[in-house]
């Protein structure tokens, strides 16, 4: 038997394809995963595969009411406007979260 490594995912060094936002409602998080917009699942590779077998199987509905074109453009483009949206409500709740005990530590 030769010896031969296997090769790992973190390896390949895959970049999330932007062109995959407009073909399977998928976008980019802040460690470049690939997550979906319609279920935000998020994955844990770039795989093409992966996100295509993903979009078939559990969104078909949303590939059936907008298909490719202007109508699943806009589709999207809402998508992403409410998971920004709801991204900044979270991350400002964080925040005024944070600085309660530090307006708290001050007065005292």
Same mark, same amino acid.
């Given at each position: ?10 390896? /390949?060094? =895959? ?22 917009? $319609?279920? !935000? ?9 992966? #996100? *295509?077998?993903?979009?078939?199987? %559990? ?10 074109? %202007?109508?699943?453009?806009?589709? $999207? +483009? /809402? +998508? ?6 709801? =991204? !900044?409500?979270?991350? =400002? ?12 530590? #001050? *007065?005292?």
């Amino acid at each position: 038997m030769a010896n031969t490594k296997k090769r790992k995912v973190t390896e /390949e060094n =895959k970049t999330f394809n932007p062109a995959r936002t407009d073909s399977f409602a998928f976008t980019a998080d802040e460690t470049g995963s690939p997550v979906c917009l $319609i279920c !935000n699942e998020k994955f844990a590779n770039n795989k093409k595969s992966n #996100v *295509a077998r993903h979009f078939q199987n %559990d969104h078909a509905a949303f590939a059936q009411k907008y298909l490719e074109g %202007d109508e699943r453009k806009k589709a $999207i +483009l /809402e +998508l992403m406007r409410k998971a920004n949206l709801s =991204k !900044n409500h979270f991350k =400002k709740w964080v925040m005024s979260a944070n600085l309660t005990p530090y307006a708290s530590f #001050v *007065a005292a």
